[in-house]
């Protein structure tokens, strides 16, 4: 089974309104971390967000935000106020107590912003 | 601040040729550092890590090796490519101090094309 699904290849938003990206998990640590990325085409991974297991409140960092329902195994960003530089690929990312140092990637969401 | 460079940033080789991928950190020390590949349209794959010098550990077997000679200097090699080698190398660092939350940050990258 995947451990991190993101099911939407491709994202299209118009300039200023907000997205959500979608991103599932499956582990079976009590102790997880979850991570969000953003990839240019230029090919850097660019660290976003960052989600603790047991942390009691969303994470946000300026105009991205983590929508986290553990109970549903779900970690989706939300992107306000979407940007033409926000066109990119979005990889949501694992660690498991149990994985030591891995971080395990989603196959990455392609988002297009649009005038 | 930290900065990671990787070289080179491009690089076209023929079957059953070396590699080797040089990635340093600047402005930290002992750092946890990574490899990575990316195929095209895809996640990313962990090839190896370290958390010190001489400290290797092998996540996919396969044609390829890493060596950490200095606390900021991260090689990977190959002594003969093949043509499955060809992706996208990201080298990774991270404080490994923060446990779940140990966020690693990329450099920027070497397109490997192997011919």
């Known amino acids: 089974a995947q451990k991190i699904t993101q099911t939407q290849p491709g994202m299209f938003v118009q300039e200023k309104e907000a997205v959500t990206l979608d991103c599932t998990y499956d582990?079976?640590?009590?102790?997880?971390?979850l991570f969000w990325y953003k990839q240019p085409s230029s090919g850097e991974m660019i660290f976003l967000i960052y989600q603790g297991s047991y942390d009691q409140q969303n994470a946000t960092e300026g105009r991205y935000s983590l929508n986290f329902q553990k109970a549903r195994k779900s970690a989706n960003l939300v992107i306000s106020a979407s940007q033409l530089g926000d066109s990119a690929m979005y990889f949501c990312?694992?660690?498991?107590?149990?994985?030591?140092?891995?971080?395990?990637f989603g196959t990455g969401t392609q988002l297009k912003v649009e005038l | 601040s930290q900065t990671i460079h990787q070289w080179p940033a491009t690089l076209v080789q023929p079957v059953g040729s070396p590699l080797s991928l040089e990635c340093t950190v600047e402005g930290t020390s002992n750092p946890n550092l990574y490899w990575y590949r990316q195929a095209a349209g895809r996640g990313l794959q962990l090839l190896f890590y370290?958390?010190?010098?001489?400290?290797i550990s092998s996540e996919v077997p396969q044609n390829l090796s890493a060596s950490r000679p200095q606390d900021r200097q991260f090689i990977l090699s190959s002594k003969k490519l093949l043509l499955s080698d060809s992706g996208f190398y990201l080298c990774?660092?991270?404080?490994?101090?923060?446990?779940?939350?140990?966020?690693?940050?990329f450099g920027p990258g070497t397109r490997l094309t192997v011919l």
């Open positions: 370290s958390v010190g010098i001489g400290q």
């Open positions: 990312a694992m660690r498991e107590t149990g994985g030591g140092n891995k971080l395990t």
């Open positions: 582990t079976s640590d009590p102790s997880y971390g």
């Open positions: 990774a660092w991270s404080s490994g101090r923060l446990g779940l939350a140990d966020t690693q940050y």
